[in-house]
T-cell receptor
Framework: QKEVEQDPGPLSVPEGAIVSLNCTYSNSAFQYFMWYRQYSRKGPELLMYTYSSGNKEDGRFTAQVDKSSKYISLFIRDSQPSDSATYLC????????????FGTGTRLTVIP | DVKVTQSSRYLVKRTGEKVFLECVQDMDHENMFWYRQDPGLGLRLIYFSYDVKMKEKGDIPEGYSVSREKKERFSLILESASTNQTSMYLCASIHRGRGQETQYFGPGTRLLVL
């Protein structure tokens, strides 16, 4: 079983839709959870960072962590064509850990 | 802004060639990483370094070596390139601040080995 599972998609939605991206994980020691956005042929860029359980909102983006279910989500409101990218979840355990565990990424296309 | 740069965006090499990929970060980060990214496999850690001249193997170090002679620079070396090393290579470094710790990535090097 992989440490982190992520549906690869692809996912296509119309402009303005609410998008929900999800990852599940198996290691209960994970405490730091991240979402990266990766445009085609570019490196991943950090989008959201959360520690432990709860929600975090930044503009149209909301990250949600449910540690009891080992499940994290990224919601995108009012999706735009510029949101079309691959979204990677990542997580790690204790501070100072030298490794992140990544999902394989979900490819999202927002259709104008 | 954290800046991580990689020496090449695209490279084409022949089987058996020695390949150098270079990564530079300008934020005085101690920890630097090399990943490869392949469709369906996601990001896999090759090597990381937590200080000058220090290195640790990641999940898939075979066929690779690294060099960290200066804090800002972390090089990945393919001693004898093979076709199964065709991939997207991503360098990253860790930023620590305000109780937050996360990796910032370079733009990637797309390597094709013929």
């Amino acid at each position: 079983q992989k440490e982190v599972e992520q549906d690869p998609g692809p996912l296509s939605v119309p402009e303005g839709a609410i998008v929900s991206l999800n990852c599940t994980y198996s290691n209960s020691a994970f405490q730091y959870f991240m979402w990266y956005r990766q445009y085609s042929r570019k490196g991943p860029e950090l989008l959201m960072y959360t520690y432990s359980s709860g929600n975090k909102e930044d503009g149209r983006f909301t990250a949600q962590v449910d540690k009891s279910s080992k499940y994290i989500s990224l919601f995108i409101r009012d999706s735009q064509p510029s949101d079309s990218a691959t979204y990677l979840c990542a997580m790690s355990g204790l501070t100072g850990a030298n490794n992140l565990f990544f999902g394989t990424g979900t490819r999202l296309t927002v259709i104008p | 802004d954290v800046k991580v740069t990689q020496s090449s965006r695209y490279l084409v090499k022949r089987t058996g060639e020695k390949v150098f990929l270079e990564c530079v970060q300008d934020m005085d980060h101690e920890n630097m990483f090399w990943y490869r990214q392949d469709p369906g496999l996601g990001l896999r850690l090759i090597y990381f370094s937590y200080d000058v001249k220090m290195k640790e193997k990641g999940d898939i170090p075979e066929g690779y070596s690294v060099s960290r002679e200066k804090k800002e620079r972390f090089s990945l070396i393919l001693e004898s390139a093979s076709t199964n090393q065709t991939s997207m290579y991503l360098c990253a470094s860790i930023h620590r601040g305000r109780g937050q710790e996360t990796q910032y990535f370079g733009p990637g090097t797309r390597l094709l080995v013929l």
